[in-house]
């Protein structure tokens, strides 16, 4: 079935102990480093760095709870799967973007995420005469066309400031009464500071680019099974 395959994928791609963590994650899912270190009898370094693998090659992801701060993972057998259909992605990429779309492709899949600096040492590797104005080219057209996307970084949202409730004023002097107003404006000045970031980054997508700094991309599956549905 679809869970054998995806665990022999993983077997093939990255080894017996990431098939180890996906298995006990597929027989229960959302399980903290704790509970995966007793499931898996791993050393814990290698279960640490295991991981890592897993999440930077999109076939883990990692959740941090709100109320108890730990973090829980879980195995994604669809990206497990489509690791069969990279080769197809890769034909239909050069079919549209020829051999320099191609290579960038390939740099972002063989890295699982991908920032502009290591695509384009990967680029230089594979085809040196290929100019960097060429490939930065080829690689907005692919992020415009959606084939590639950003790396959305996992938020604790139990920092979020609308989830901290108030608290009552202990003191009914003039100290009480500055400290909850100390506390309100730090509480507004977080919000601000939130809103300001979200329309940074809506005016950054208006001038999306391969090259933004701090950038960190993936393939798009969603991209190319559009493309693949009337086929």
């Known amino acids: 079935g679809l869970q054998k395959t995806a665990l022999q994928v993983v077997k093939l791609h990255l080894g017996e102990a990431g098939e180890t963590i996906c298995n006990a994650l597929i027989r229960r899912p959302s399980k903290t480093l704790k509970e995966l270190h007793v499931d898996t009898s791993l050393p814990l370094g290698q279960l640490r760095n295991t991981l890592l693998v897993l999440i930077q090659h999109n076939l883990v992801t990692a959740v941090v709870e709100k109320k108890t701060r730990e973090c829980r993972y879980d195995f994604d057998l669809q990206e497990a799967v489509l690791r069969l259909r990279y080769p197809k992605f890769s034909a239909h990429v050069r079919s549209i973007f020829n051999d320099d779309g191609e290579k960038i492709m390939e740099a972002v899949l063989d890295n699982g995420r991908a920032t502009w600096e290591q695509i384009k040492s990967f680029c230089a590797t594979v085809c040196p005469d290929v100019s960097e104005d060429k490939l930065i080219k080829v690689g907005d057209s692919l992020v415009h066309g959606k084939y590639l996307m950003r790396v959305l970084p996992t938020q604790d949202k139990a920092e979020m400031v609308t989830a901290q409730p108030k608290k009552p004023a202990t003191g009914k002097g003039a100290a009480g009464k500055r400290k909850a ?22 005016e950054a997508a208006v001038y999306e680019s391969i090259t933004n700094d701090g950038v960190i991309w993936r393939y798009n599956p969603h991209a190319f099974m559009w493309d693949f549905r009337a086929l």
């Open 181 to 202: 107003a100390q506390e309100e404006n730090e509480r507004a000045a977080k919000v601000r500071r939130m809103e300001m970031g979200a329309a940074e980054e809506q």
